[in-house]
């Protein structure tokens, strides 16, 4: 039955987004192990040795990770490695 | 024996057979339809009322008189127009219509009309579509629920009703449900009814639907990182470049302004491009989009290049496709620059002042960050032309021309601290990558005038970000 009024189709994916909850920051980052993700632009590498060079300082276990390219998003094996083994990660640089 | 025959008054060759019509219903059971007037014909008492032409639909009946001869509830046999001995064979009677013309052809049925079979397919067939039915109010205006809804670039849409969807999937023979692929950034499956949808909303007519169905098939392959040319920080949005037959076909512009405003198909096939990618993939600019500044292009940025030269090689064949075939060559391209000169008069000055101008794509002190198209205009090409200059000589020249000592370029260099790796001082550098320059023909007479649509940035990683072209399928 077609309503009274007009009537249009949706031109979106119809799937709005589910808001998602944000994990709790910890506490402290003691004993933590952070991941470093390079999304491998220019010069990226010299700003996360540089977080890296601060977090070592301060006793952290740091892992490094790396994008194949900045022009697409993150192969699923990337961020399986991540999860798998870090529980902080800090993704950068974009110039 | 039983017939219906479906005519309409607006038809002199149904007034014509009114008489054989009479003859035919005093010997047998004849359902006698009238599209448009139920008192035609007079020589029957009138006819059964096929004005909502849902019996003219379901017979499809594509020209009036059209005559069925039905046993056991089912067709048998039809004829169209007047054949007298057709009439005969279908009614095994051989003294109908003898003092009529032997031949005389019909007219079209009213349910054939353009856009009518859409429309009857929707209200008396089984014709669905998939996607969300959203109701406005009558009180309501169509253009600003679809604003408010975020469903535009910015410009009003024209709003999707399902009459509209049908007429634009009758554009191509693709079924409503197959799945085109997943759209960048959230990678959300989009059918042909979701391309569709979008295409309507973008002004586009049936008939530019396969060029889109062809772009969106084309950045979608992996080579072409749609999802990075959305996302870039740079100006960069899909430009579309039309060949072949198509162009013509469906009337799109290579000529003055091929550019700009002005032509419906240059402007909606690129919009409806734009709007599948921001409906059906959520790319939305200050969201997934971060391009700081963005281009107008980034409303549609769709041409066709000027094939009238028999001598010139269009941009598809360059590139590998076929003679003949349509086709559209997918670039991340910026706005567009002007180069004037208006002193060149032989082929290799032109060549050497063009490649000035290029070296100013992304920045004059950059070499092999970004590709560029270069759009020659008819009264440049000439000058080519006249100096025994085709595609080929035009790309070698202006590739030699551009060639540039390094040592003038690095970094430091003129007092600019931008510039190429200082290590490459004491060589001859590309400005391009090889394939980044693609040489275009478009636009109208009068300006010793060009353009250059320069690149994405990301072209510098030219393994991963590539040019693509796409056969335009129907």
Not at chain 2, 106 to 122: D, I, Q, T
Not at chain 2, 163 to 168: E, F, G, N, Q
Not at chain 2, 287 to 310: H, M, Q, V, W
């Amino acid at each position: 039955m077609i309503p009274k009024g007009y009537l249009m189709r949706d031109p979106t994916a119809e799937t709005a987004a589910v808001q998602r909850e944000r994990l709790t920051p910890p506490a402290d980052l003691s004993g933590a192990t952070i991941g470093l993700l390079s999304i491998s632009k220019e010069r990226s590498a010299e700003f996360l040795d540089y977080v890296e060079e601060r977090l070592t300082g301060r006793g952290l276990n740091v892992l490094r990770f790396e994008k194949p390219t900045h022009t697409k998003p993150a192969p699923e094996s990337v961020l399986q490695e991540i999860i798998e083994r870090c529980d902080v990660v800090v993704e950068g640089l974009a110039d | 024996m039983e017939y219906l025959v479906i005519v309409k008054r607006d038809c002199e060759t149904c007034q014509m057979v009114a008489p054989v019509l009479a003859d035919l219903q005093n010997v047998s059971t004849l359902t006698l339809y009238s599209q448009d007037d139920t008192t035609f014909p007079e020589a029957t008492g009138g006819a059964l009322d096929d004005t909502s032409l849902e019996e003219s639909w379901r017979h499809n009946v594509e020209i009036v008189p059209t005559l069925i001869r039905i046993e056991n509830g089912r067709e048998t046999t039809r004829t169209e127009g007047w054949d007298r001995a057709d009439w005969v064979r279908v009614t095994g009677i051989n003294a109908l219509g003898e003092n009529l013309p032997v031949f005389r052809p019909g007219c079209g049925s009213k349910s054939v009309e353009p856009g009518m079979p859409e429309r009857l397919a929707l209200k008396f067939g089984n014709m669905h579509f998939e996607s969300r039915a959203i109701e406005v109010d009558e009180m309501d205006d169509p253009a600003e629920v679809a604003y408010d809804r975020g469903w535009t670039d910015g410009l009003p849409v024209i709003p999707a009703t399902d009459l509209r969807i049908a007429r634009m999937l009758a554009g191509t023979t693709r079924k409503p449900d197959e799945i085109i692929g997943d759209i960048p950034p959230n990678l959300i499956p989009c059918t042909v009814e979701k391309a569709a949808i979008n295409a309507v909303m973008a002004g586009c007519r049936p008939e530019y639907f396969p060029v889109v169905l062809a772009a969106v098939d084309a950045v979608l392959k992996p080579e072409f990182s749609m999802h990075g040319l959305l996302a870039t920080l740079w100006f960069s949005g899909p430009v579309i470049i039309v060949n072949g037959p198509v162009a013509k076909r469906i009337g799109m512009n290579s000529q003055g302004n091929a550019l700009g405003q002005g032509n419906r198909a240059n402007a909606t096939i690129g919009r409806a491009l734009q709007l599948i990618i921001r409906n059906v993939g959520g790319g939305r600019p200050q969201e997934i989009d971060r391009s700081i500044l963005g281009n107008p292009g980034k409303y549609t940025f769709c041409f066709a290049e000027d094939e009238s030269d028999p001598d010139w090689v269009p941009l598809n064949l360059a590139r590998g496709h076929a003679a003949g075939t349509s086709t559209v060559t997918l670039f991340h391209g910026d706005g567009v620059q002007g180069v004037a000169d208006q002193k060149s008069r032989d082929p290799e000055s032109l060549a050497r002042s063009l490649a000035l101008a290029l070296w100013s794509v992304c920045h004059p002190k950059l070499a092999q960050w970004s590709h560029a198209i270069l759009v020659l205009s008819p009264d440049h090409y000439a000058i080519f032309r006249e100096g025994g200059w085709g595609r080929a000589e035009i790309e070698a020249g202006i590739w030699q021309a551009l060639k540039r000592p390094g040592h003038e370029i690095v970094e430091g260099a003129g007092g600019v601290e931008e510039g190429i790796d200082p290590a490459r001082a004491d060589e001859m550098i590309d400005k391009f990558h090889p394939g980044g320059l693609l040489v275009v023909r478009a636009g109208g007479v009068g300006g010793l005038f060009s353009a250059i649509i320069g690149g994405w940035t990301a072209h510098r990683r030219n393994e991963d970000v590539q040019i693509v072209s796409q056969e335009i399928g129907t």
